[in-house]
């Protein structure tokens, strides 16, 4: 990030360079390759089934699955998995093969396209005098290559860029070739063009605009094999989707191109003076240019280019549109690459964590990076934290409609492709809330990245952001399938067993290390006003230990009045409701850093959650060797893990609420108490505490509904179910 | 034209090509170097000179830069056909090139044919200078020129006429 600080108009003082970092509209490209790919998947597999092989394929999976009917047992569905191999292995080349159509087919139209341009729109090589000045311009810009340039004939009124890299070209209307000794007119024109050939916009605005165009043959194929096939009954149930995805693929387009023209105009500008003429051609009177707002629009209005050129922190906004987008096609990918990977036994094992890491890598080189560019902006512009209502709104609906418009839910008979219909809300309320996390993490990052280089600020703001959304989506699917196979038995079973794997216990290690040193690194950093309240270390783990404490004493408290378990059934209840106090721990240090110092405590709680629950799994571990249980390793790790998963449910949930209560405050419009730091620190770590301690005795207390004992044991003891 | 016979599609579009020149002249200078080829692909195809080829440039700069010269074009067509209608019944008789010599006399462009024994068109009158003048600034503004803009380029064309 690096900042001028000579003002022009009514722009701020300080102004950010908002192309510090890598551009949020490359990213969007990002997510439209995935569009593509959801669309060439489904593209091959609609073909797969129209084909003799797809009733081969049928015949297999129906016969397998009469041998190994599905249930609650994973291991029957491996089995399954393992006979239906063979076809499963035809069905994923065909997807594979969807895949490489709609990338290379993409790709290919741009070049084409670009190849045709010179003889289908009439362009003439420019003359000597025009090719300097260009020439000259493009030297000024540091491009080592200039551009060929071209004049058009009387019907050409933009400048475009075309060509392919290392052979960029530069179309010129003949309105603006005669006038190339008016710099005032020629000059932003062409530095703009430049900026768009120096940022390698070319290729990606020719490719949004081919992915537009394969799109609709890519639609065509399957709708053409299903009518073949005579599946019309699955007709209607694709063809919406598809519908849903080419609005997207157009919308999401043509965001890009508008969000290119503001970089753009931003890339072009290397001083006041050449802002000052950029702005005189954008607010000079022009001929009716037929540029109507709608919002297929390749390029913003006048107005809201001025504004941006004159403020730069508005390109880096995220709204509505962002949020909405993003989530729709991170949606789409996930759906599509986990059925892809069920499909095919060898890349089986990958199922449940392979579509939450797309959506954790698309989440992070879009959302994670968007967020952080903003709040980079806002702060060295000096204004406070954006208004996250209109994209958390986004997310919630996109991710919402995304999984419910997957190709892959083509075969479900439910509307939203789940059954019950509420367990489709999980995914979207849980995308909600690491976007809030990772907006709450963008205030810490933004004192870290200007003490690291560039490529260290970009590497964290990619990985932070990416491991919230991948673990938000782990944890989301997990829950779903368990509450998809068994309701709410198996999923309480699984809340406090299953998601504490190893990987994830070791994911919680990496998060917290990263924001740990985020706070360390950030620390004493002023180089601009800082209008936002960030926890220092020492509060953090100050609340961490009285989070963790406090769940702690709870469980020895508890242990000391009412003694040992009666039964081994006992025995395997308390832990349950002890693995939710862990879980609490965290809850409880999440929301007091939260409470008493907004965004950012919510972000260091990533890292006081966690400690918090080891540390109540640290005293439950002591606690028991004490009493004379054997202390193993196995048991420890086992031990020191369970909480995590769990931790990480109620931290999301602590981030929802704290989403809705962020809302709020912003349309309410109140300005923030003034908080002195030693007095908040305090405070924070004696709500932890007294939070910790109320949500321990509350887990404990209804540890039948979390973990009920089987009727058989409480028939044998006598005892009634809710006993102590 | 109105009325075809008056003058020879050639002739008309050297004419228009004359009164756009001086009009270009004028009101852009900077074209008059593109100005032979701007005309011809204009009288080859005047509606693709006049509509833009794409409404909004992938990867462009977003705002119109156009020539002014095919609208200049445009509106001396105009403006000659305004003149035409007027005059065609006076002229008709005359025959063609005696007709083109005394609508360049009206229009005060210059004529290395004219002959000293010919006698000078009959002046138009105010009202008539008005409506030429009226067509061709009407043209301008449905081509998208501001209201000062074609009133300008109205007066570079038709202003000739009121010339005493």
């Known amino acids: 990030m690096t900042a001028t600080s000579q003002p022009y108009g009514t722009a701020p003082a300080v102004r950010p360079g908002t192309l510090g970092l890598p551009s949020a509209t490359a990213s969007r490209g990002v997510a439209l390759i995935v569009a593509m790919l959801t669309a060439g998947i489904f593209a091959g597999q609609t073909l797969h089934h129209a084909l003799p092989v797809g009733g081969r394929w049928e015949d297999r999976v129906r016969s397998c699955l009469g041998a190994e009917p599905l249930g609650p047992d994973l291991t029957r569905a491996r089995a399954a998995q393992a006979c239906a191999e063979g076809v499963n292995r035809i069905l994923v080349i065909f997807e594979i093969g969807g895949i490489v159509v709609a990338i290379a087919g993409c790709l290919g139209l741009a070049i084409v396209a670009q190849r045709r341009v010179v003889r289908a729109r009439r362009l003439r090589s420019g003359n000597e005098a025009l090719v300097q000045r260009v020439w000259g311009l493009s030297a000024e810009a540091g491009l080592g290559r200039p551009p060929f340039v071209f004049v058009g004939d009387a019907s050409q009124r933009d400048a475009f860029s075309f060509g392919l890299p290392g052979q960029y070209a530069m179309a010129l209307p003949p309105g603006l070739a005669v006038r190339s000794r008016i710099a005032a007119l020629f000059d932003p024109v062409v530095r703009h063009e430049l900026a768009h050939i120096r940022h390698r916009d070319v290729m990606l605005g020719w490719s949004a605009r081919a992915a537009g165009w394969l799109l609709v043959p890519l639609t065509a194929v399957p709708v053409v094999a299903m009518i073949a096939s005579d599946q019309l009954d699955v007709l209607p149930r694709t063809l ?48 009716s240019d037929g540029r109507r707002s709608h919002p297929l629009r390749l390029h913003p209005s006048r107005d809201e280019r001025v504004k941006v050129v004159l403020e730069p922190s508005r390109a880096t906004q995220l709204g509505f549109a962002d949020g909405f987008g993003i989530a729709l096609l991170a949606s789409l990918a996930m759906t599509s690459v986990t059925a892809l990977l069920s499909d095919e036994r060898a890349l089986a094992r990958w199922v449940l964590v392979g579509g939450p890491i797309t959506v954790g890598v698309l989440f992070g080189v879009t959302m994670g990076l968007g967020l ?121 079973e699984a ?105 950012s405590g919510l972000a260091a709680g990533l890292a006081a959650g966690p400690i918090a629950t080891a540390l109540a799994e640290c005293i439950f571990l002591g606690n028991n060797t004490r009493l004379g249980a054997p202390l193993t390793g196995a048991f420890s790790l086992l031990v020191l893990r369970s909480g995590f998963g769990l931790g990480a449910v109620v931290t999301l949930s602590v981030a929802v609420l704290y989403a809705a209560a962020d809302v709020l405050s912003s349309s309410r419009a109140q300005p923030r108490r003034a908080v002195r730091r030693r007095s908040g620190a305090l405070s924070a770590v004696v709500l932890a505490l007294a939070l910790s301690v109320v949500l321990a005795v509350t887990a404990i207390g209804i540890r039948e509904t979390l973990s009920p004992l089987g009727m058989a044991t409480v028939a044998a003891r006598g005892l009634p179910s809710s006993g102590g | 034209m109105s009325d075809p016979a008056l003058l020879s599609a050639e002739d008309e579009r050297a004419l228009t090509a004359e009164l756009a020149w001086n009009a270009v002249s004028v009101t852009a200078p900077d074209e008059l170097s593109i100005f032979e080829e701007t005309a011809a692909d204009y009288f080859a195809d005047p509606q693709r000179s006049l509509s833009a080829a794409r409404g909004d440039e992938a990867v462009g700069f977003g705002l119109e830069l156009a020539l002014v010269t095919p609208t200049v074009l445009a509106v001396a067509a105009a403006a000659l056909h305004a003149l035409g209608a007027i005059v065609s019944d006076a002229f008709k008789s005359e025959g063609q090139p005696v007709a083109r010599r005394l609508i360049r006399r009206l229009f005060r462009l210059p004529d290395r044919d004219s002959h000293p024994a010919e006698s000078a068109p009959p002046p138009l009158s105010v009202e008539q200078a008005r409506h030429v003048r009226s067509a061709a600034y009407n043209r301008a503004v449905a081509l998208g020129m501001s209201h000062p803009e074609a009133g300008v380029l109205a007066d570079a064309i038709a202003g000739r006429l009121l010339v005493a």
Do not use: K, N
Request: contains cysteine; glycine residues 10%; aromatic residues 8%.
């Open chain 1, 372 to 492: 952080v560019r903003d709040a980079l902006a806002r702060r060295v512009e000096g204004r406070g934290g954006t208004e996250l209502g209109p994209l958390l709104a986004g997310v919630l609906a996109g991710y919402a409609l995304g999984q419910t418009a997957s190709l892959a839910q083509v075969g479900s008979s439910s509307l939203t492709g789940f059954s019950p219909w509420w367990l489709a809300l999980g995914a979207p309320i849980a995308a909600l809330a690491a976007t809030m996390i990772t907006a709450a993490a963008a205030d810490l990052l933004v004192d870290a990245t200007f003490r690291l280089s560039r490529a260290g600020a970009v590497a964290v703001c990619l990985t932070l952001p990416a491991i919230v959304f991948a673990s938000a989506m782990w944890v989301v699917q997990t829950i779903t399938s368990y509450a998809d196979l068994g309701g709410w038995s198996l999923t309480r």
């Open chain 1, 240 to 287: 919406w989707r598809f519908a849903v995805l080419l609005t997207t693929v157009l919308f999401g387009a043509a965001s890009i191109f508008r969000a290119r023209e503001f970089e753009a105009d931003l890339g072009s500008l290397r001083s006041p003076e050449q802002r000052a003429a950029l702005v005189w051609l954008l607010e000079r009177p022009a001929r």
């Open chain 1, 495 to 599: 809340l406090v067993t299953v998601l504490g794997t190893r990987v994830y216990a070791w994911t919680t290690v990496v998060i917290v290390t990263l924001v740990l040193a985020l706070v360390v690194v950030g620390r004493g950093q002023r180089l601009y006003p800082h209008p936002v309240r960030t926890p220092r270390l020492a509060a953090i783990l100050g609340v961490a230990a009285a989070a963790g404490a406090g769940a702690g004493a709870t469980i020895v408290t508890f242990r000391a009045t009412h003694g040992a378990s009666l039964d081994a059934a006992e025995s395997v209840q308390r832990f349950d409701a002890y693995t939710w106090v862990f879980a609490l721990a965290g809850a409880a240090a999440v929301a007091a850093l939260a409470v008493r110092y907004g965004r």
